[in-house]
């Protein structure tokens, strides 16, 4: 059973399509923290982009309605552990002062 999480609702349109924005910009008034029941959704998703911000980082992953939800690294990594990456070659690149490894091809031929 799911349990409760914390999110900004409008109180007037019941909007909380951005649960961590306290501020409705449609009703121009704030929107206080309710208690709900955690949603739950089942179905057929399809990565379609990836966030990075200074705290999280991840996938977006989107519904067959075209529903969007950004799924945690941690979260990713759980579902993709132990995945092989076959016949693939990696180059050495730098990124500001980081360096890594860009993935050059595909899939060998
Ligand atoms: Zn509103």
């Keep these: ?21 306290p501020w409705c910009f ?13 949603l739950r959704v089942t179905g057929d998703f ?5 966030f990075s911000s200074r705290s ?22 759980a579902m993709i552990n132990g995945l092989q990456l076959v016949s693939r070659t990696l180059e050495e690149t730098k990124k500001g002062s980081a360096y890594g490894w860009a993935l050059i091809t595909k899939e060998a031929v």
């Design 26 to 38: 449609k009703c121009r008034r704030s929107k206080p923290l309710v208690r709900r029941d955690k």
């Design 1 to 21: 059973m799911p349990g409760k999480i914390n999110v900004h609702m409008c109180a007037a349109c019941g909007d909380e399509s951005r649960p961590e924005e």
């Design 46 to 50: 399809t990565v379609v982009d990836w």
């Design 56 to 77: 999280s980082a991840g996938l977006i992953v989107e519904d067959a309605d075209g529903k969007r939800y950004p799924m945690y690294m941690s979260d990713v990594f």
